[in-house]
């Protein structure tokens, strides 16, 4: 039995990364914060394709919250993938920027994953197996405008991918981040396409599909030698 703990798997990219997932054979533990309804939903979804799923409900942000739920979990049962896909955007312009726009953002996006991996790794360690990916951004490659509090956190993730990678190589725990561009889900409804569009040389927008796709092959058999790498889908939108 495989298992694939996904931190932020109700909706969008977290939903489609883990039903792609369970159709590959892993069991699901996802979480959520808030969204408890829509995780259940997820859940009863990946049940319906004959894999187990748990969901499990706290704010990443927190680290107090984030030990309770997954410290004795994972040194009982150590998951076979983490997927890091908690993320929110408080978008602005630096100058008008508030304190508490760039703390959430931070807080979630990059503290976050420094809560969740403390407790995976040094079961992970232990079994010498594992698989890390973060979900990172264009914008962490790049920079974009009003996002400097997003961007920032999302470089920061692909540092601290690359500083962990050195580190747990040698242990067979793989760790790497998948860099999604402009993806059709909630968080992108409001981006006007007539001017984006001409920036992406494939001319449209991706799927949460394609992005999951590229996940699927990180955690697969499959993939033995990407390492401490930043996966980009983005149809061209950064080259």
């Keep these: 039995?495989?298992?694939?703990?996904?931190?932020?798997g109700s909706r969008?990219?977290?939903r489609a990364i883990a039903l792609r997932l369970a159709?590959?054979?892993?069991?699901?533990?996802l979480t959520c914060n808030r969204n408890l309804e829509?995780?259940?939903?997820?859940?009863?979804?990946?049940?319906?394709l004959g894999r187990a799923c748990e969901v499990l409900s706290f704010d990443v942000a927190d680290y107090e919250a984030?030990?309770?739920?997954?410290?004795?979990?994972?040194?009982k049962q150590v998951p076979d993938v983490l997927i890091y896909n908690a993320g929110i955007a408080r978008d602005n312009l630096m100058v008008w920027m508030t304190k508490p726009e760039w703390d959430a953002v931070l807080r979630t996006n990059l503290d976050g994953f420094y809560n969740?991996?403390?407790?995976v790794l040094f079961p992970m360690m232990r079994e010498k197996r594992g698989k890390i990916i973060a979900i990172s951004s264009t914008s962490g490659e790049i920079g974009q405008a009003g996002q400097v509090n997003y961007s920032a956190s999302k470089a920061g993730l692909i540092g601290a991918v690359k500083a962990l990678a050195r580190e747990v190589g040698r242990k067979?725990?793989?760790v790497n981040a998948v860099s999604p561009g402009i993806i059709e889900t909630g968080m992108t409804t409001e981006i006007p396409k007539d001017?984006?569009?001409p920036l992406i040389p494939l001319n449209r927008f991706g799927s949460v599909d394609d992005v999951a796709a590229t996940v699927n092959f990180l955690c697969s058999d499959e993939q033995s030698y990407i390492h401490g790498q930043v996966i980009s889908v983005n149809g061209g939108l950064a080259i």
Excluded: H, P, Y
Excluded at 1 to 8: C, F, P, V
């Design 1 to 8: 039995m495989k298992i694939a703990l996904i931190i932020g």
């Design 12 to 14: 969008g990219i977290g």
């Design 23 to 29: 159709k590959s054979g892993f069991d699901i533990w």
């Design 38 to 48: 829509a995780a259940q939903t997820v859940q009863s979804e990946i049940k319906a």
């Design 66 to 75: 984030v030990r309770a739920a997954l410290e004795t979990r994972c040194d």
């Design 116 to 119: 969740v991996t403390k407790m």
């Design 172 to 174: 067979n725990i793989f």
């Design 195 to 197: 001017k984006v569009l």
